[in-house]
């Protein structure tokens, strides 16, 4: 097959999926927290309330497409589809099975971390061109919450490069071969998990859009397909560091009997129902509390994490 | 307690020139009447001074004096402003009243003795235009900056056909949405801060946080809070002056709407105090019927706080389970009332209707099951430590701001003092029942938190007292002023048939006297203060409600929080709004 052909054969196979998995996901996760707290969720439209997603989709389509008129135009049109490309570009790097990767990068770990901090970009310019101060303030703590996060994210991950010897998602696969990540580098996989709820801003980390504190927080302003595109953002998120846990710490694709893609599409999918099950159970800390948690405990975790894996590796390789 | 009061004496003593008399009451509180001039000296005596002191403020407000007809023995005057103190070492209450004349007299402001003076005068000026001498800001506090004219007072009129029709033309609204405006410098704030500006952030009164329709006004550093201005009077639909052409027996339902979470709650203090006016003593299967109805509806109003103040810090499921057990409440509360959240049950003398058969199982089915969801709720909270560290010494007030904020409920038995109207002033009964007083020591979020879901298991202990020991016997009292009398009565004997009548046609006529009973409600103490002047309604019917004095301490234990904080502590709080504004 002619080469550049499979790849875009790859990229829209990537894309449909991925966008299909989140919109699934929000009916999943309504489905999943109904389930837990003694409800019913959505179970009206089609199968199992399946098409609620679509019904809500068509619904934000038709909406008008409102922008208040305090707000800044530009910036506020482009916020939202800035969050959602960067999310997605990140699914460029990942690798779903040998080979079905739509760019295999030797740097993919570096671009999937400039990716989301250029995620950050999305949420601040939201919430300050929104012209509003609860807006406002979901920004200010997005933007403090996700930079502070990205650092030891990236730090968490370096144990994980130094064992697998490579930036390349798929060489860091391959190299669990025969023992998965998560046991040598265990602290690496609670700090990245944590840093990954507070890069999504998922709760217990869901101080930009605190809903009983900030309204809305920093996509208070949005409406129609715009909030769509915010909403879908956070879906792509979860799906995304789901799929980065998995693929640092637990394998990728790899895995007896079973295909490796469904290997990959399993894994994840456990992780995102961690992420639902997390959601449905614990509170909010504050937003200065989670600051200190981060610079005060995760940072010298991660520094000493990274000291330790580097030190065996030189010494015993 | 009918021998006249040692402090009257006391007070006579000390200060001969200002004590004009002393008046007797149904409710045997100590009331005595002062000179205007007089006033601030003798309450600042019995707050600083006297042995024992009178420490809290428990209520402030006036009564239209001028279409009065019982009132000969008393000092003549247009309006009567009365301060009701309370003493938690005494465990005694105290009444001054000051006679003024007039159309608008003039008093002096007594914030700078209590601080929760400030809404309570704000509020009496707000309802019958009696200026305060001193105080800061009296401005409107329940009515609209635009209304005109002051409610309370007489000849303002009651019913929307005695006005003329509503209309909202456009510059009329402009003037409204104005008058909304906040003007930070009307309450002395500045938009800088040495060399900071400050953010001003508009919370209510649309805000999922503030649990109904309530307005701070945040005067913010970053997401620090330097000072913020609570605004209320968006629930008020004039309870008080409804109480005022309502007969007694219909003002009822109206009770079940002020603490909209307190269902039949409301109707105790109500009723209990009409039959202390009229002088009707209940049956005992009464008393622990309305006791048993009364501990459920704590229990669910504990239920809904519970549910929104964990997920005011952001636990989105507890709030389902909570709101689940409230639900098996009302199972029951429909069976024995026929309604859910507002039955109107009780009656003066009675009850409306004696319990259903079965009444017993469906309650022991929820006694059974309780306690172990309690547990559940509290591995899955308390001991959470996120929890732990948003409630923790945020929203602590002291015992000494507490009194002086006129805090009770909950939130004064998290400071330290045991004090509980069902234990100090048993009322309907509850001398006979055993349990305990949960009280704490810190007085933050977290303490309050820990007293709120012990009282629960203190009224799953009461219920069970009241299934076990239900005594039998009517449901009604044989007098001729309880309304409606006993059905069956009616059609053997005339006179019952003609107080059926009457009661239904036109309204009980309760003797003239005045009273005021005080129970522990859900949130706090809550009293009806009930004037009667031999007429079929309240000639003033006063509510006394906990979530008022409750809300004006948030700017006191909120400066120098952030945000979140804030947050935690209105969920924490526990008030609602029709309570505050009634």
Known sequence: MNPILRQIIIIVVVMAAVLTASAGLIWLERRLLALWQDRRGPNRVGPFGLMQVTADMIKIFFKEDWIPPFADRPVFVIAPALLVVTVLMSFAVVPFAPGFVVSDLNVGLLFFLAMTALGVYGIALGGWSSNNKY?????????????????FMGLALMGVVILAGSFNLSDIVEAQKNLWFCIPQFPGLVIFIIAGFAETHRLPFDLPEAESELVAGFHSEYSGIKFGLFFVGEYLGVTLISAMIVIFFF??????????????????????????????????????????????????????????????????? | MNQPAPI???????????????????????????TCDGVPDILGYLKNTIDRPYRMLYDLTAIDERWRDHRQDQPKGDFTVVYHLLSTDRNQDIRIKVPLEGEHPCLTSIRDIWSSADWYEREVWDMFG??????????????????????????????????????????????????????????????????????????????????????????????????????????????????????????????????????????????????????????????????????????????????????????????????????????????????????????????????????????????????????????????????????????????????????????????????????????????????????????????????????????????????????????????????????????????????????????????PGEACVGVEATKGNNSYYLISDGGIHAYRARIRTPSFAHLQIIPAISRGLMVPDLLAILGNLDYVMADVDR
Not at chain 1, 265 to 272: G, L, N, Y
Not at chain 2, 17 to 33: A, C, G, H, K, Y
Not at chain 2, 289 to 304: C, G, T
Request: glycine share 8%; aromatic share 10%.
């Open chain 1, 135 to 151: 807006a406002l303030l979901g920004a200010i703590r997005a933007t403090a919450q996700m930079l502070s996060y990205e650092v």
């Open chain 1, 251 to 317: 394998g990728g694709w790899l895995g007896p009997f079973l295909p490796p893609i469904l290997w990959f599409v399993i894994k994840t999918f456990v992780f995102i129902c961690g992420f639902i099950l997390l959601r449905a159970s614990l509170p909010r800390p504050r937003y200065d509390q989670l600051m200190s948690f981060a610079w005060k405990v995760l940072l010298p975790l991660a520094l000493l994490n990274l000291i330790i894996t580097g030190g065996i590796v030189l010494a015993v390789g």
């Open chain 2, 8 to 34: 009257v004496d006391e007070l006579r003593n000390r200060f001969n020139d200002t004590v004009l008399m002393e008046q007797p009451t149904r409710d045997d509180i100590p009331t005595i009447w002062c």
């Open chain 2, 130 to 511: 009696i200026t305060f001498d001193g105080h800061p800001h009296l401005r409107r506090i329940l009515l609209p900056a635009t209304w005109e004219g002051h409610p309370l007072r007489k000849e303002h009129p009651a019913r929307a056909t005695e006005m003329g029709p509503f209309q909202l033309p456009v510059d009329k609204q402009l003037r409204e949405e104005d008058a909304l405006r906040f003007h930070p410098e009307q309450y002395g704030l500045s938009a800088r801060r040495e060399d900071t500006d400050l953010m001003f952030l508009n919370l209510g009164p649309q805000h999922p946080g503030t649990h109904g329709v309530f307005r701070i006004a945040l005067q913010l550093d970053g997401e620090e809070i330097v000072d913020a201005v609570p605004e209320i009077g968006f629930h008020h639909r004039g309870a008080e002056k409804m109480g005022e052409r309502q007969t007694w027996h219909t003002y009822i339902p109206y009770t079940d709407r002020i603490d909209y979470l307190g269902g039949v709650m409301n109707n105790l203090p109500y009723v209990l105090t009409v039959e202390k006016l009229a002088g009707i003593n209940v049956p005992d299967r009464v008393k622990v019927i309305r006791i048993m109805l009364a501990e459920f509806f704590r229990i669910a109003s504990h239920l809904v706080w519970y549910g929104t103040f964990v997920q005011d810090i952001g636990a989105m499921s507890p709030v389902f389970f909570m709101f689940n057990d409230r639900e098996r409440i009302f199972d029951i509360i429909t069976a024995i009332t026929g309604g859910r959240m507002h039955p109107s049950w009780f009656r003066i003398g009675g009850v409306a209707q004696d319990l259903p058969d079965g009444w017993e199982e469906l309650v022991r089915e929820f006694l059974r099951s309780m306690p172990k969801r309690l547990k559940s709720y509290d591995k899955m909270m308390m001991g959470n430590r996120i929890l732990k560290i948003r409630t923790q010494g945020i929203g602590a007030f002291t015992l000494d701001q507490a009194l002086d904020w006129g805090v009770t409920g909950p939130g004064l038995r998290a400071c330290g003092l045991e004090w509980d109207f069902r234990k100090k002033r048993p009322y309907s009964g509850y001398e006979q029942f055993e349990f305990d007083i949960p009280v704490a020591q810190r007085g933050d979020c977290f303490d309050r938190t820990v007293v709120r879901i012990e009282e629960i298991r203190q009224s799953l202990r009461i219920i069970e007292q009241c299934v076990n020991q239900m005594p039998g016997g009517p449901y009604k009292a044989d007098h001729p002023l309880a309304t409606p009398p006993i059905k069956e009565h009616t059609l053997k004997d005339i006179e019952t048939l003609i107080h059926h009548f009457l009661g239904v046609t036109w309204g009980p006529v309760i003797p």
